[in-house]
């Protein structure tokens, strides 16, 4: 097995979802990632070596395994080998939450030998996608911020006949690197959204993990907003999305940055959508965002410092957590991240979503009052992502 958390394998596409499988040695266990993205998406590879972990002193004076513990416990490690690995509150910084444990003994007698890579991919694969979804007591948004991760015995364990599954949950940002998360999976929405002010790195012309805005990024999130606000008799079409949001995002980066002129600045405004499996998951939160595209359009191209009038903390080591108002993620792994091509890709034109228009408010139809007395209906205020950085 490998020692690094970076060495994953791509499963085979499982009722639409792409699987990732690490075998990563974590101490006395392996990290198995199963990462829910689309099919058509990159897998998110975690970056940072996998931890090697110690142990806990029991009260008989035995040394109990950081990983030997109850479902909803939530673990949190900051060294790159994972030596500091404890369990946390969950309402604490944390890297992963185990949603059930699962004894494969019966399959596996005392004689039996331990599972190939292959087999433990299917494994979990088959035993953790539904018990994840019942601990959350939601559908698992197939392209949210968590992806499914399980924690198993390695060889020196198996011999030893431990025949345990840990199956949990964790982030990763676009880069690769775990993203702490604040609060239990079971509180948070999915939405995968970053927090106002939150620049995200540039790797190759596409986006990397959280970075302070002073280094090279490829976007700042300008605002949170909550699409359920405003379409409320249900999931909207990505057309209608981008409508309402190319008016929307546009004035919030007029507030946001004290009325910039994107196209001076060879910038363009951008956003998520939503699809109606994420919807229907409950992430209804997406990011309004800016970014610069390389003269040819084959990718982003960097950007330096903040664009906004005040610029707000470094954001870089923000967490991701945030209570059912949406917190993580970029959104900009897919097709409907708001960095296509067409032209409801969210990219504002400069024309109809500059925030100065007189029929700017019309989409929120203010009549239905919204509780922020905004007339265009987007809260991102009101429902801001309680991460904060560190």
Not at 9 to 28: E, I
Not at 190 to 214: F, H, M, N, Y
Request: charged share 25%; aromatic share 4%.
């Amino acid at each position: 097995m490998s020692t690094t958390i970076s060495r994953l394998l791509a499963l085979s596409t499982v009722s639409g979802a792409r699987y990732l499988m690490t075998g990563a040695v974590l101490g006395a266990i392996v990290a198995l990632s199963l990462n829910m993205a689309l099919s058509s998406a990159e897998p998110r590879t975690p970056s940072a070596p996998a931890p090697v972990g110690g142990g806990m002193p029991t009260t008989d004076g035995e040394t109990k395994s950081p990983y030997d513990v109850p479902v909803g416990t939530c673990l949190n490690w900051t060294e790159s080998d994972g030596s500091d690995m404890t369990a946390v509150n969950c309402d604490e910084a944390h890297v992963f939450e185990v949603t059930e444990i699962i004894q494969v003994g019966s399959e596996f007698p005392q004689d039996a030998e331990r599972p190939s890579v292959e087999k433990w991919r299917n494994i979990a694969a088959k035993k953790c996608e539904d018990g994840v979804e019942k601990y959350l007591n939601d559908p698992l948004d197939p392209e949210g911020k968590y992806s499914i991760t399980a924690l198993l015995p390695n060889q020196p364990e198996w011999d030893s006949d431990e025949r345990t599954l840990r199956c949990g949950l964790w982030r990763t940002g676009p880069g690769g690197s775990l993203q702490a998360t604040t609060g239990s999976a079971k509180d948070q929405s999915q939405s995968d959204i970053w927090a106002k002010g939150t620049c995200l790195g540039l790797e190759d012309k596409s986006v990397g993990d959280p970075v302070s805005c002073d280094r090279q990024h490829s976007y700042e999130m300008v605002a949170v907003i909550k699409l359920s606000d405003h379409f409320k008799d249900g999931y909207p079409l990505a057309k209608k999305q981008g409508a309402y949001l190319d008016k929307v995002c546009n004035k919030r980066i007029q507030q946001y940055t004290g009325g910039i002129d994107l196209e001076k600045k060879n910038l363009i405004a951008t956003w998520d959508t939503r699809t109606k499996a994420s919807w229907d998951a409950g992430s209804v939160y997406i990011n309004c965002k800016v970014a610069r595209l390389l003269k040819d359009e084959s990718g982003l191209a960097p950007i330096t410092g903040s664009i906004a009038k005040n610029p707000p903390a470094d954001k870089s080591d923000s967490d991701s957590g945030d209570g059912k108002s949406g917190d993580s993620g970029d959104g900009t792994d897919g097709s409907d991240d708001g960095s296509g091509d067409t032209t409801d890709d969210g990219r504002g034109d400069g024309n109809n979503g500059n925030g100065n228009n007189d029929d700017d408010g019309d989409p929120g139809n203010s009549s239905t009052g919204e509780d922020n007395g905004r007339a265009d209906g987007a809260t991102d205020e009101t429902a801001p992502p309680t991460s904060a950085a560190n």
